[in-house]
Each structure stands twice: as C-alpha cells, then as structure tokens.
C-alpha cells in the first residue's frame, strides 16, 4: 500500500534557512534516502562538510554556489548538481536566495555531514 506523507518536519538550522524534510530519519524514519525542500535566503552560506552521502540538488530557484576541491560551480534555477560522499563541498545562496530539493543517500544525519566547527 502507498504511504502519504502528510507534511514535512522542519529542521531548525542557523542563518535563516529552511529545510522541510519530507523523508528521512526525522520525518518518515527512512534510513536509505531523504527529500527535503529548502528555501535559503540572499547571502546564506553553511560551513564546509565532507559528507558521508551523495547529494542530489535541484535548484527550483534563485541560484546556489557550490565549492569543491576543484572549484567552485554557480547552480541556476533548472539546473541541477551532484555531490559524492567524502568529496569536501560547501553551499551558499547568491544574491537571489535559493529554493531547492535536495535528495541525500543514505539520509542526511548531523553527524554524517561532517561539518567545519
């Protein structure tokens, strides 16, 4: 039988971001995958992470940047971006904030991300 989720649960983060999980280990106890909805405001920025899951982005507006090891990578609206686990990334918001989705596997956990104190 399907399974309806009925609402996000809102995961409180620092500097006015918004992230609305929809399934994972907080809202629906699923381990393998999260889906998430974020809204980022203008100038956002999270520290650094080498994370211990892939990461699928869609940016659904506004613009995200992306840093790497490589580089960094400018995210539109309709584009989309893919991290790996382990590779050291950082996001912020351009000047437009950023609405996206984000799909993480295994699930987005705190302590998975690995985040710069």
């Known amino acids: ?3 309806l989720i009925e609402k996000a649960a809102r995961i409180p983060v620092p500097g006015g971001k918004v992230i609305d999980e929809y399934i994972g280990r907080v809202n629906s106890g699923t ?3 999260s889906i998430a909805h974020m809204v ?5 920025e999270e520290p650094a992470q080498a994370p211990d899951f892939d990461e699928y982005t869609l940016v659904l507006r506004g613009s995200l940047r992306v840093e ?4 960094s ?9 893919v991290t790996r686990a382990g590779e050291r990334i950082r996001y912020q918001a351009l000047e437009e904030g950023a609405e996206y989705v984000a799909v993480c ?8 991300a690995h985040r710069d104190q």
């Open 1 to 3: 039988m399907p399974e």
């Open 105 to 112: 596997l295994p699930a987005f956990a705190p302590d998975l």
């Open 31 to 33: 381990e393998a995958v």
């Open 73 to 81: 990578t400018d995210v539109r609206a309709g584009q989309a971006v």
């Open 68 to 71: 790497g090891e490589g580089g």
């Open 40 to 44: 980022a405001p203008a100038g956002w």
